[in-house]
T-cell receptor
């Protein structure tokens, strides 16, 4: 593993189903993030974690939850998917000190039907 | 609160022409500023970053950006566009109180015409 991996690469999901997007990093970064990318809106922060055991809400947290049991993993869960959650999801990590340069995973393309 | 505005969702230039992508930011504290590039169906790759060490920042692939505090701008330039520069470009800011996460602009799609 080099950098950040995300799984699955893409997924089609029926509305109302539960889904967990996986994210793993091997850079030992304390901070990790989940963003969603939508056309014309850039990337928006869903949730973040500054260190293992802590999480926080970003700009668009509704309908999503995260956990941070250890440094390397930061899964994102959609408890009951809705079509508006169709998006491309990116996981990222950064070092603890500024400038907080972020390293991104390859993304997960999710379609909720 | 921080915000980023990218003027022009689409920019088209001819191969060999100057590339200028505009970014203005709003931040209550001295910011860290970034430009990222995204090629089709890929993740984001860092082009360059401003961390207050120098106002003119050079990045990869011949790109550079100048931080202008008086104009709250961080425009991205490249003297001569290549076909391979066609991609989407995002300006982002971080560094607000307790905020490590990035605030992104809406992106500018660069087309390079032969």
């Amino acid at each position: 593993i080099a950098g950040i991996t995300q799984a699955p690469t893409s997924q089609i999901l029926a509305a109302g189903r539960r889904m967990t997007l996986r994210c793993t990093q091997d850079m030992r970064h304390n901070a990790m993030y989940w963003y969603r990318q939508d056309l014309g809106l850039g990337l928006r922060l869903i949730h973040y974690s500054n260190t293992a055991g802590t999480t926080g809400k970003g700009e668009v947290p509704d309908g999503y939850s995260v956990s941070r049991a250890n440094t390397d993993d930061f899964p994102l869960t959609l408890a009951s998917a809705v079509p508006s959650q169709t998006s491309v999801y990116f996981c990222a990590s950064s070092e603890e000190a500024g400038p907080y340069e972020q390293y991104f995973g390859p993304g997960t393309r999710l379609t909720v039907t | 609160a921080q915000s980023v505005t990218q003027l022009g969702s689409h920019v088209s230039v001819s191969e060999g022409a100057l590339v200028l992508l505009r970014c203005n930011y709003s931040s209550s504290v001295p910011p860290y500023l970034f430009w990222y590039v995204q090629y089709p169906n890929q993740g984001l790759q860092l082009l360059l970053k401003y961390t207050s060490a120098a106002t003119l920042v050079k990045g990869i692939n011949g790109f550079e950006a100048e931080f202008k505090k008086s104009e709250t701008s961080f425009h991205l330039t490249k003297p001569s566009a290549h076909m391979s520069d066609a991609a989407e470009y995002f300006c982002a800011v971080s560094g607000g109180t307790g905020r490590r996460a990035l605030t992104f602009g809406s992106g500018t799609r660069l087309q390079v015409q032969p």
